[in-house]
């Protein structure tokens, strides 16, 4: 019989199968939308990293017999569209970038607690492999909101600070 955290385990990985999925469509859209070459080589380099963990989240289904299967998650379908509103409303502008990073790292956020949680239930239900997976990929995402917040800083926030 299946425990109850399998069941949640399973769901919750079919809810960031499903995100994961639209964050790679919407990451080429990010890509191309942002001015900032350096904006668009994190969005592009991101983009790469979420196919490869498209692939780590079918390798944990393999690892609990079930096939990779998404199911709709409202969260995510939000964020998205908060951040295309971002994009259909500042661009031509010199803030669109700021606002881009502001939307991006609302994704990354809703991705660490999802990742955070999933590794803690894997190590909970004994699957070590699962969760050495699952903590790949939340270090990506810490690495991308940190990398996000440094471009940030570093210019964008101070380009749209002088925009009028
Ligand atoms: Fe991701
Ligand atoms: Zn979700
Ligand atoms: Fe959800
Ligand atoms: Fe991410």
Redesign the pocket.
């Known amino acids: 019989m299946e425990k109850m955290l399998d069941v949640l385990f399973h769901e919750t990985l079919k809810d960031i199968y499903y995100a994961e999925r639209r ?1 790679l469509k919407s990451l080429t859209r990010l890509a191309r939308g942002a001015q900032s070459p350096d904006l668009q080589a994190a969005f592009r380099t ?1 983009r790469e990293e ?1 196919q490869g963990q498209i692939e780590r989240l079918q390798q944990v289904f393999e690892i609990i017999g079930k096939r990779p299967q998404g199911k709709t998650c409202e969260a995510i379908d939000g964020i998205l569209a908060e951040g295309e509103e971002m994009l259909e409303t500042f661009t031509g502008q010199p803030a669109l970038d700021a606002g881009l990073v502001s939307s991006a790292q609302a ?2 956020h809703y ?1 660490i607690t999802r990742y955070g949680t999933l590794k803690a239930w894997a190590e909970a239900l004994g699957l070590p492999e699962a969760a050495a997976l699952l903590d790949q990929t939340l270090q ?2 810490i690495r ?1 909101d940190q990398s996000m917040s440094r471009l940030a800083e570093k210019s964008l926030n101070s380009i749209a600070m002088a925009a009028e």
Do not use: G
């Open positions: 964050i991101h979420t994704v990354e991705e990506e995402e991308t």
